[in-house]
């Protein structure tokens, strides 16, 4: 039952941040109506590409933001515990030392979400 709802869970983030970064129209457009649906899919992507291009310098605050704020913060503890997910399913699979800053740096975002 609980990988069900992991799966489900999982679908449903990858669908919403998806539709979230889809539209191609241009940003003023983009965020009518919906301005924090829109920043938090971008926000998401961004964070992931800047955890797997190994950006050091890269600025989290705003999916931290997105964390702290009731209406999100579900939907970004989520989305972290499914790339650890990830992370640790591939670490089984493989000894992936590299792995391991991101692992770091994911366990990181999630402390300073949940601490707050």
Not at 45 to 71: C, F, H, N, W
Request: hydrophobic content about 40%.
């Amino acid at each position: 039952m609980r990988v069900i709802r992991q799966r489900v869970l999982v679908c449903s983030l990858l669908t919403f941040t998806l539709l979230a970064c889809q539209n191609t129209q241009p940003d003023a457009e983009l965020r009518i109506g919906y301005p924090e649906v829109a920043g938090l899919g971008e926000s998401l992507v961004a964070a992931k590409q800047a955890l797997y291009s190994e950006q050091p310098d890269y600025d989290y605050s705003e999916l931290i933001e997105y964390g702290l704020d009731t209406r999100y913060g579900v939907f970004v503890r989520a989305w972290l515990d499914h790339e650890l997910l990830m992370i640790a399913q591939y670490q089984q699979l493989r000894d992936a030392p590299e792995l391991e800053a991101r692992e770091r740096q994911l366990r990181t975002l999630k402390r300073a979400i949940d601490l707050e």
